[in-house]
């Protein structure tokens, strides 16, 4: 819990992956945030400091709906613990599906949600990425990028579950031609930035990510065969911010969404410098975005400090 000021909104922030913990980072691009909003981050089961805390989990418990539970009485905790009727909830990437899945069944506990790197229809976000990523690599003459990409072909064409193998074959070649991180090829600052956490032990850093394997294996085939374009109406306020160039989960699929719904106010934000990290590729616009756009709602209701 980061706040200058209990008193002001409170932002629950729901990471992604699954299994990528973003607490450890959010000290570097999260700055400012707590001049405006209490801002909340949770480790997902099986990760982070509640992988340290708790250890692995059952993997019985490992499934969409169990977190999609704990992401509701997370919600429903900060409520009580900050004496609020509403928060806002910004969710990123795999927390995007937690988010707007809350969203869309309970919009009397929100001011607005805010997803980012937005997931909807997953399957067709995984075929235009693959689509992409063939493309860089036959313009590059990459012999091994394009024999690895025909190995998992056809791609997402199907309605059952991608293996994670060939995800993972996906994400390898998508993320080197900067479908991820854009202009790059991987997180390396990011790796290098969690090193620094204040709140992260040495202990915390070395067990961070020992629960992501297990997650992915449980979760991702799974979140990549669901289809959440088929929420049409949103009944509280709807925040997008979308990176131009991200192929890891399609902006171009997410707004193609956002057109068609039907919200009580609806705003789409573009990072024109960003793929799928907003938060590193443009932290100073996405504060500015969050002050500008999300904080003046609970204003309007009231909940800010004085």
Known sequence: IRSQDLRNPVLIYLHGGPGFVEMPLDWWWNRGWDEYFTVVHWDQRNAGKTYVASGPNDPALLTPERFQADAEELVQWARKRF??????????????????KLAASHPEWLHAYIGMGQPTNSLESERRGWIWTMQQAKAEGNAAAIAELQSIAPYATRPEPIPVSSILIQRKWLGHYGGAAWRRPGGDFEAAAIKLA?????????????????????????????????????????????????????????????????????????????AHHITSEEPGKLLTSLVAHARPIAEKAGDVAP
Do not use: C
Request: aromatic share 8%.
């Open 198 to 274: 204040p709140e992260y032990s040495d202990e915390d850093v070395r067990n961070a990510f020992k629960g992501q394997a297990a997650v992915t294996n449980a979760l991702l085939p799974r979140i990549l065969s669901t289809d959440l374009s088929t929420i049409r109406t949103l009944r509280t306020p709807l925040i997008l911010m979308l990176g131009r160039h991200d192929r890891n989960v399609s902006s171009e699929v997410a707004a193609e969404w956002f057109a068609k719904l039907r919200a009580s106010s609806k705003k789409l934000i573009w990072f024109e410098r960003s």
């Open 83 to 100: 004496g609020k009727r509403k928060v806002f909830v910004l969710g990123h990437s795999w927390g995007s599906m937690l988010g707007l």
